[in-house]
């Protein structure tokens, strides 16, 4: 995830290290001979700001100042070093296990969920790529019956993977066109089967309802899916990406995050309170806009990232 905090255009962003170094306005390897009360109420300040939500700012805060009180932070450099091992520990806390969950035998359903423009559709046609790449018969399911162009616009993802495609009429059940998908990944031997969902508001019960009725149906089906419930979450709406999170998971039992567009953000702490308020783990973040630009999470390299000089 080398590009992690990078914007559009390739510049790097600010990481969070550098502007912490910004808000003490001081040379950071010259203040640091030790941690002082101002410094970490600095990070706390910014850990907030930047999404991570105050329980886990204060945790992290807390971690830096325990180590300094056991001597072992006294520069720059161990003090990066203390906050980086404390974001990615909280990372790997719980169910953080990042590899996608497969099915022993017959087809791997995986149901993609998420609000309106959250990246959803991107995503399945980016994961779909790359999993055909790795040689996997992969089927994709429009079950998105309602945004105008939706089915459309998952058949081009199919046809530029190829990939099979099953996608009913505009208007149609969804929970109908998921049941057909997946009987097709299995009469048809596919490896994966990928649903897409309609873009749903969190706030909005009817929908919900919907999302819970697709989930029994693939069930119907074929017990043991889906496999996976991937919730899609854009990374530059900040906290109101863990309420999102919280009135999913109600819904569904969500087994997997995906953070989009973190290229449009130098701030990612959404990353780490979603991860601790859900118990799951992060499977995927979204890096940009082209076929490749969809990587596996690797906490480390989040965490280190977060806090390069």
Do not use: C
Not at 112 to 133: D, E, H, P, W, Y
Not at 265 to 273: N, R
């Amino acid at each position: 995830m080398s590009r992690l905090f990078r914007s559009k255009d390739d510049v790097p962003k600010r990481s969070l290290w550098q502007r912490f170094k910004d808000v003490v306005r001081t040379d950071l390897g010259v203040l640091f001979k030790g941690v002082d009360e101002g410094s970490l109420e600095a990070l706390e300040t910014l850990l907030i700001e930047s999404d991570f939500g105050v329980p886990t700012s204060l945790a992290l805060v807390a971690e830096v100042e325990r180590r300094h009180k056991r001597g072992e932070v006294k520069t720059e450099t161990q003090f990066r070093e203390a906050l980086a091992e404390g974001v990615e520990a909280a990372l790997r806390a719980g169910n953080a296990d990042p590899a996608l969950h497969l099915a022993a035998t017959g087809p791997t359903v995986l149901l993609v969920i998420g609000v309106n423009g959250a990246g959803k559709t991107t995503f399945i046609g980016k994961l779909s790529a790359q999993l055909q790449r790795e040689g996997k018969r992969v089927l994709l399911g429009a079950a998105d019956t309602f945004r105008a162009g939706a089915i459309d616009q998952l058949r081009v993802w199919a046809e530029r993977a190829k990939v099979d495609f099953v996608g009913g009429a505009a208007g149609s059940d969804p929970a109908s066109v998921a049941f057909d998908a997946v009987d097709a990944g299995i009469t048809r031997g596919a490896d994966v089967v990928i649903v897409d969902t309609a873009g749903r508001l969190h706030t909005s019960d009817d929908l919900m309802t919907e999302l819970r009725k697709i989930h029994r149906v693939i069930k119907k089906r074929l017990p043991d899916a889906p496999h996976e419930v991937l919730l899609v979450l854009d990374g530059t709406i900040g906290q109101n990406a863990l309420s999102q999170a919280r009135t999913f998971s109600a819904a569904v039992p969500v087994t997997g995050v995906v953070v989009t567009k973190l290229d449009g953000t130098a701030k990612g702490g959404i990353v780490v309170a979603v991860h601790e308020a859900l118990n799951v783990p992060i499977k995927f973040v979204g890096l940009g806009e082209q076929v490749g630009d969809l990587a596996p999470f690797d906490a480390g390299d989040y965490a280190r990232e977060l806090v390069e000089a």
